[in-house]
């Protein structure tokens, strides 16, 4: 078994040539457009596009027919590849995206864009690390009525064989030997302090300056920021914090069969993507601007698209080529570069990634819930990863607990949950079906041909990367 890694800057191997390096990507961040750099990432403008050989795949969301002709889709990592380079090149020619500064409460899951240097010593002065006695010399010792307490100024420096009440957290007395803690000394009939155990000088004291001092660098630019970076971030006198931002997403969800409430009838069908992918957008990092229905209207969808000021823009069905599909004329019409059209997996064949405007992209998803989710960790995963800086995540794999079927051409993205050390795949897999990733840890890789039990498999974590819930549908 090959545990799942540890979030680096290093690319995953697949990525090496084509994934954004973090530090590249803040250098990126902050440099003025070079045009030199504005080479596109290999665009690919296909003709008719159809699902060819997947019963189903059109989806809730998407209309019309097989295409009248083939065309050759993207290998599923070549796919994810494409995205992240595409992402690259929006990054180098786009000089709007300045980091920012935020505070530190809006800070979580971003990444640092400048170096967090300590803006003062920490501790800041002498503190105790226990609850004891400050004491001055050898003991035994008088001990000074008033205690020394977190939160109050200076106090009275200690003469020798005097002690003093304190409490963790206070700042120590001058003169101060050693810290005593409460369960290490005993008070006499005099009420004299004795130690019980040997005491050495300086024990349980943090001295000023003992994790850094003022300038020292805490953390490099590029470090997301975890709610230990938070920690640090105000232990060390920060208020705010400078980040890369997070990219903008809005969402077209496209289709006149919709309804957002009740239940179904009459050929409606409730909305599963409108509830489902804003969290999801947010959960890979992105700031979800707008949340648009538009129904089956190609005007209505030309007008959202070129006036989105988004970094990306994410539809949902209509990615066919029915009567009713606007996705493809609509990106021909405002001249997009179509990246990928087509990706080889299943479910969500039938994705599509476009290069929309300088700075903009489009990712046109399946209409069916799980065949979304697909074509949102195959192409808005990355694309979402390298705007915001972050690094690739380590790739992991488990052994599959059972045998699994394959496409026999194409990848399968099938959802499993983590028991042990192991990957068990769940039923309700199809591509219109939501019981099965409901219940997910993460979604397996089965290459083409599909995979036998006990065989390590590549595992996509979801998001939230949960632990595991005790309702298995298998």
Same mark, same amino acid.
């Given at each position: 078994m090959t545990a799942p890694g540890i979030r680096s800057g290093t690319p995953a191997a697949a990525d090496t040539d084509d994934d954004l390096d973090v530090e590249e990507a803040l250098a990126l961040v902050?440099?003025? +457009? /070079?045009? +030199?750099? /504005?080479a596109s990432a290999a665009p690919t403008l296909h003709g008719e596009h159809g699902e060819h050989g997947a019963p189903g795949e059109r989806g809730a969301h998407a209309h019309g027919g097989h295409s009248a002709h083939r065309h050759r889709a993207t290998p599923w990592p070549q796919a994810r590849e494409t995205a992240a380079r595409a992402a690259r090149s929006a990054v180098r020619s786009g000089a709007r995206r300045a980091p920012v500064s935020v505070p530190l409460a809006d800070a979580l899951g971003l990444t640092l864009a400048a170096p967090l240097d300590a803006l003062t010593d920490l501790p800041s002065f002498d503190t105790s690390a226990m609850d004891g006695w400050a004491v001055a010399g050898p003991g035994p010792w008088d001990v000074r009525e008033e205690g020394v307490l977190?939160?109050?100024?200076?106090p009275e420096p200690l003469t020798d064989g005097e002690a003093v009440r304190i409490a963790t957290g206070a700042r120590i007395p001058a003169d101060t030997t050693a810290v005593l803690r409460s369960e290490h000394g005993r008070? /006499?009939?005099?009420?004299?302090l004795h130690p019980t155990r040997e005491v050495v000088h300086g024990q349980d004291i943090r001295p000023r300056g003992q994790e850094c001092r003022t300038g020292d660098q805490l953390l490099p630019l590029g470090t997301l920021v975890t709610p230990g970076v938070l920690g640090l971030a105000a232990a060390a006198g920060y208020d705010t914090v400078t980040v890369v931002p997070r990219p903008r997403a809005e969402v077209l969800i496209l289709g006149d069969e919709l309804l957002t409430e009740g239940l179904p009838h009459d050929g409606l069908i409730r909305?599963?993507?409108?509830?489902?992918?804003?969290?999801?957008l947010r959960a890979l990092g992105a700031e979800v601007t707008a949340v648009r229905r538009l129904g089956d209207d190609a005007k209505a969808l030309y007008k959202a698209i070129t006036s989105s000021?988004? /970094?990306?823009?994410?539809?949902?069905?209509?990615?066919a080529s029915g009567p009713v599909d606007h996705i493809h004329p609509t990106l021909e019409r405002i001249g997009a570069e179509l990246l990928v059209d087509g990706v080889k997996v299943r479910p969500g064949h039938p994705m599509l990634l476009a290069r929309t405007k300088e700075n903009q992209h489009l990712v046109g998803l399946p209409g069916n819930p799980l065949a979304a989710v697909s074509g949102l960790l195959t192409l808005a995963e990355p694309l979402l990863r390298t705007l915001a800086a972050h690094p690739a995540p380590e790739p992991y794999t488990l052994p599959l607990a059972e045998a699994t079927h394959g496409h026999p051409y194409d990848t399968r993205l099938i959802p499993v949950v983590l028991r042990g050390d192991a990957a068990v795949p769940l039923h309700y897999n199809g591509p219109a079906m939501l019981r099965g990733i409901a219940a997910a840890d993460a979604l397996a890789v089965v290459a083409p041909g599909g995979a036998r039990q006990g065989e390590?498999?590549?595992l996509l974590d979801l998001p939230w990367a949960a632990a595991g819930i005790g309702v298995c549908f298998t």
């Open positions: 902050r440099k003025p +457009r /070079d045009p +030199r750099q /504005d977190a939160g109050h100024g200076q008070l /006499d009939a005099q009420s004299r909305d599963a993507l409108g509830p489902m992918l804003p969290p999801w000021t988004a /970094d990306l823009v994410v539809t949902t069905g209509g990615t390590e498999t590549e």
